[in-house]
């Protein structure tokens, strides 16, 4: 593609030879897709090259993240409170046609905003409108956009660069929005009350100010964060979005799955991740958006660091691979019927639900999503709050949305307007 060799793999087997069992070798990243991001000397974490500065500051985020909650059930308080305001949010236009949305993308941002800056945002908030406008543009960027990042010459043409200058325009304010949350928290800083992890953050850094090849920057910082915003808003509202989508096609398996929650969890208590071994069919279901849906379809690029040979092929160093995760996903030697919604295929004779190694939605090896983990709180208590609270249908006389996305830096379902049904 262009001037650059790209080698694109189209089977888990070879994507698991690759990137977990030959994990050195197929880690690292290519050259950034902004001019911004490429002249930083940090990269976050999504976009470092693999080596020890991205190994250091996954292993922090990691350990950040599970302090201020994610896995444990403290958090799980946060993302049902942020459940009751979009609950609240949607009561308020019940048996009216509306488009969800925005308001699925608000809630899950504001889950990921309560670990980073310490605080949620009210939905109403023109400024966090203006972000979720700019995180939307962004995953919203088309393939055909980016052709100035493999064909440089591009970037100079008038009306062919638009879309790439627009694209590192929005990457530039989402930039801007976490610089200016970082310069409040080193305003309050109190280094005996870290709030969350920003503030943990800046007290690592004051730990590492002696040494002078320290990665540990207020630069590094924002890209870090940048990384955690970018995963735990879009990816987690769009799989949401297909769920509710997928709910109003198949009105059956939605009743299937209030059923179920009504059964094991009841009207009156709040869902629990302890709930999730309980639910099977709830949780069948959402493998299932996972899988038909794939967000991701070829989640993030990979590069080798060295030359090497994958089922016989020869692949020079600093080759840019990818993953194929929608052909994993829609393989009909793995998956029988790979285009209808069927969530038995996650359940066995018994009906307990059965983890699937082919279904991979944060990809796999070391640069999995690194957002993972939180994700798969956000979509099961978010989807079994709602499903518990409402029925979703369309408004009479609609034209049944289509299932076909479309298709940015993610797989999003086309915009679409529904009914909420209170279940009292």
Same mark, same amino acid.
């Given at each position: 593609?262009?001037?650059?060799?790209?080698?694109?793999?189209?089977?888990?087997?070879?994507?698991?030879?690759?990137?977990?069992?030959?994990?050195? @070798?197929?880690?690292?990243?290519?050259?950034?897709?902004?001019?911004?991001?490429?002249?930083?000397?940090?990269?976050?974490?999504?976009?470092?090259?693999?080596?020890?500065?991205?190994?250091?500051?996954?292993?922090?985020?990691?350990?950040?993240?599970?302090?201020?909650?994610?896995?444990?059930?403290?958090?799980?308080?946060?993302?049902?409170?942020?459940?009751?305001?979009?609950? +609240?949010?949607?009561?308020?236009?019940?048996?009216?046609? *509306?488009?969800?949305?925005?308001?699925?993308?608000?809630?899950?941002?504001?889950?990921?905003?309560? @670990?980073? $800056?310490?605080?949620?945002?009210?939905?109403?908030?023109?400024?966090?409108?203006?972000?979720?406008?700019?995180?939307?543009?962004?995953?919203?960027?088309?393939?055909?956009? !980016?052709?100035?990042?493999?064909?440089?010459?591009?970037?100079?043409?008038?009306?062919?660069?638009?879309?790439?200058?627009?694209?590192?325009?929005?990457?530039?304010?989402?930039?801007?929005?976490?610089?200016?949350?970082?310069?409040?928290?080193?305003?309050?800083?109190?280094?005996?009350?870290?709030?969350?992890?920003?503030?943990? *953050?800046?007290?690592?850094?004051?730990?590492?100010?002696?040494?002078?090849?320290?990665? *540990?920057?207020?630069?590094? !910082?924002?890209?870090?964060?940048?990384?955690?915003?970018?995963?735990?808003?879009?990816?987690?509202?769009?799989?949401?979005?297909?769920?509710?989508?997928?709910?109003?096609?198949?009105?059956?398996?939605?009743?299937?799955?209030?059923?179920?929650?009504?059964?094991? @969890?009841?009207?009156?208590? =709040?869902?629990?991740?302890?709930?999730?071994?309980?639910?099977?069919?709830?949780?069948?279901?959402?493998?299932?958006?996972?899988?038909?849906?794939?967000?991701?379809?070829?989640?993030?690029?990979?590069?080798?660091?060295?030359?090497?040979? !994958?089922?016989?092929?020869?692949?020079?160093?600093?080759?840019?691979?990818?993953?194929? @995760?929608?052909?994993?996903?829609?393989?009909?030697?793995?998956?029988?019927?790979?285009?209808? *919604? +069927?969530?038995?295929?996650? !359940? =066995?004779?018994?009906?307990? $639900?059965?983890?699937?190694?082919?279904?991979?939605?944060?990809?796999?090896?070391?640069?999995?999503?690194?957002?993972?983990?939180?994700?798969?709180?956000?979509?099961?208590?978010?989807?079994?709050?709602?499903?518990?609270? $409402?029925?979703?249908?369309?408004?009479?006389?609609?034209?049944?949305?289509?299932?076909?996305?479309?298709?940015?830096?993610?797989?999003?379902?086309?915009?679409?307007?529904?009914?909420?049904?209170?279940?009292?």
């Amino acid at each position: 593609m262009g001037s650059e060799l790209r080698v694109v793999l189209n089977s888990y087997e070879v994507v698991r030879e690759a990137f977990v069992k030959k994990f050195e @070798i197929f880690s690292s990243r290519p050259k950034p897709v902004t001019s911004y991001l490429a002249q930083r000397k940090t990269k976050g974490v999504a976009n470092e090259l693999y080596g020890p500065t991205w190994k250091e500051h996954r292993r922090f985020s990691m350990k950040s993240l599970r302090d201020f909650g994610v896995g444990k059930k403290s958090l799980e308080g946060k993302i049902l409170e942020e459940a009751r305001a979009l609950s +609240d949010t949607i009561s308020k236009r019940q048996h009216q046609e *509306f488009c969800i949305d925005q308001m699925i993308q608000g809630a899950t941002s504001n889950v990921i905003s309560s @670990i980073v $800056f310490g605080s949620r945002y009210r939905y109403g908030d023109p400024e966090f409108k203006a972000l979720l406008s700019y995180i939307d543009e962004a995953f919203a960027t088309s393939t055909l956009s !980016l052709l100035p990042v493999v064909f440089p010459t591009l970037r100079y043409i008038p009306g062919v660069n638009s879309g790439f200058k627009r694209y590192e325009d929005v990457y530039c304010k989402i930039n801007q929005h976490v610089q200016n949350k970082v310069k409040e928290h080193q305003e309050e800083f109190d280094p005996y009350n870290t709030r969350d992890f920003i503030d943990a *953050f800046l007290l690592e850094k004051i730990k590492r100010e002696s040494d002078k090849n320290t990665t *540990f920057t207020e630069e590094q !910082l924002t890209m870090v964060v940048v990384d955690l915003f970018f995963a735990g808003t879009d990816t987690t509202s769009t799989t949401l979005r297909w769920a509710v989508l997928y709910m109003i096609l198949h009105p059956d398996i939605q009743e299937k799955v209030q059923q179920e929650i009504d059964s094991v @969890i009841g009207r009156n208590q =709040d869902p629990s991740m302890m709930h999730r071994a309980q639910t099977p069919y709830t949780a069948a279901v959402l493998a299932e958006v996972e899988w038909l849906a794939t967000i991701a379809p070829l989640s993030l690029a990979h590069t080798t660091t060295e030359d090497t040979f !994958l089922r016989g092929y020869y692949i020079p160093k600093g080759t840019v691979v990818e993953p194929n @995760i929608w052909a994993i996903h829609h393989d009909p030697q793995i998956w029988t019927n790979p285009n209808k *919604f +069927d969530p038995t295929r996650f !359940l =066995d004779d018994t009906g307990k $639900f059965v983890k699937r190694d082919e279904l991979i939605p944060f990809s796999i090896g070391r640069r999995a999503c690194l957002g993972e983990q939180l994700a798969r709180m956000e979509l099961y208590l978010f989807f079994s709050s709602l499903l518990q609270r $409402f029925s979703f249908k369309l408004p009479e006389g609609a034209s049944i949305p289509s299932v076909k996305g479309e298709f940015g830096l993610t797989h999003a379902p086309k915009s679409y307007n529904l009914v909420t049904v209170p279940r009292n």
